[in-house]
DNA sequence: CCTCTTCAAGATAGCGCTGTCTCATCCGCT
DNA sequence: AGCGGATGAGACAGCGCTATCTTGAAGAGG
């Protein structure tokens, strides 16, 4: 009862697994880690060994042992909101069949919620941390710089030279909207946004000061509520009332955008006629809306997937070569504008 | 350097915990897990010693040691679809702040992927499992079963006696729809439906069953391929050409419905003068869209937070009183139909 | 041919916590 | 007063794995 048993739950241990291919525990260990100084000869048999015994590691032994976990933290401010959820599964999909678990923090777009989060999330020991955009609490920054783990920054790009992110330009993305606003011929121009973190308002900086160079000035409508359907509906209502002659809108996120289309239909106001409309992040009911929005499509998908394999390569102490990808975003001009 | 050294990350670990409060570690240990053979005195002093030095303790150690992690898996279908993120979110508020992980795994609609996961997660030796309905492989069933997790089945109902479920009927939910639909007088009724899991063929089995009890046939379009609001537009399409008298449809899905929608505004088909639409799951859009969206509500929060606190209940050891919990549905009636 | 280096394999010692058994104490009862 | 039985605290021994140090063998150089 000692050397060979099998664990509590009767899967079989690294010690039955190293007896059957006949060598020491701990070069079994090494063996299944690919440590490179093992002999191939003795891995192999190793390796054998292991799936004849259907050998599956025991991640709290190997944690407590290495002081580190095989769990990726994932911080982001919303689930309710569509749009991190592809990016979350595509992490998943990178993630997950390495052998690493996915843990979700959802900090509600609150820097506070988030700090606790990742006071309550080191103490599992994770072995990376892939966080939303930059801005965060003091305290936050030094738990995860004490902490010393590989963090990859999503959504934003930064000008750090010794931070990881992945994601694409904020601003260019609303300084091309404003550009083709203003190439329909677009005068009276809004930025509507809610939910105002730091990307949509790097998103309407963009939009305005792309409007400033072209001597246009931005109309504005900004409310800290988060981003819903009913939300744009009521903000397009306000902006109108404020400014009856408003021809041309941009929308921080596509869901707002939506919301105002059905009001526009209810007020048998025309869109494009009127007012033209471009929303942000291309969710997939924008291309079948009546009428079909204008948009920003974000890489979403790919944020999560460039993300999970930086992050891959960090663990592996691999060399990075770029520590900032920007993925770029794309225009999708539909009948909306 | 040896009992009251701190840990490898800087952190107190339980033997400074129990010096300082002047007892064992075993007794600290207790007291801490709330083990309720404690002297309240000690119990006190050691919750303390405990805030004094910030203890945490360290859930690796803590899993090796008793064999359970404080990990509780979730599997859902779906992450793409809006539909299982309320659920996830609400589970996440239930169990994050009583010091529960929450791993997500997807398994695409796939019954194999499930088995895959399950028997991956098993590893780390989560203390319970949330799952999704209850269609599952042979294998999945054996390796719960002999893992003896204690496992709680969200969105359906059983009638087996052994199994704790927290759902809704959704036989009964397409009943009401079709009653709904009858009572406007309508009588060339079609169910529309997509990504075919059990939930959506048990509803549309109720949808039938109600009109054929009322003496009419149900019409019926459903294809295997995820549901979204393009396949919707199609659908409708495909279904007036083949079936054009047709005056009311049971949506399975919202997204189905909005783009059915659409495609109807677009081909000028009055909605709900020429034809009546019923969704399902009353998505944030339905109140919203043009016109608004009937709709049967299901209570996706509620179905997480009841999941939630029926597995604490589990995880406690104590009675469980109802193992089946029926939260219901509500049908929205909107300007659809 | 022998020493010095190099490198792979093994022995050892925990990682931080909890299950289990043992032991002391105190109470109620005869 | 003495005894059995609760009851609560502690000792002990790992859980399954890996970091670290040590050892032994093989290869290089004089």
Known sequence: MRKEASRATGRP???????????????ASRALRDVPTVDPVLASKVREASKALGYVPNPAARTLASARSQSVVVLVPALSNQLFIETLEAIHNV?????????IGNFHYSREEEEELIRNYLAIQPCGILLTGFDRTEVSLRLL?????????MME??????????????????AVVARHLLARGRR??????????????????????ALAAAGVEALELAVPDP???GLGGELFDRLLRRH???????????????GAIFEAQRQGISVPGRVAFVGFNDLPMSAHIVPRLTSIHTPREDVGKHAAHLMLTLLAGAEV????IDLGFELVVRESS
Chains 1, 2 share one sequence.
């Open 157 to 174: 790009l930064t000008k750090a030279e010794d931070v990881f992110s992945v994601g694409f330009s904020q601003e260019e993305a609303g």
């Open 13 to 27: 241990t690294l010690a039955e697994v190293a007896q059957l291919a006949g060598v020491s525990q701990i070069t």
């Open 188 to 209: 009276r121009l809004a930025y509507v946004a809610a939910q105002l973190d730091t990307r949509v308002i790097r998103r309407g900086e963009g939009f305005k000061r």
């Open 321 to 324: 070569r770029d520590r900032k």
């Open 244 to 258: 009856p002659d408003v021809d041309g809108i941009f929308f921080c996120n596509d869901d707002l955008a939506h």
């Open 95 to 103: 993630l997950r069949p390495r052998g690493y678990d996915v843990l």
């Open 145 to 153: 710089e004490a902490n010393k783990i590989p963090c990859v920054h």
């Open 227 to 229: 981003s819903s359907v």
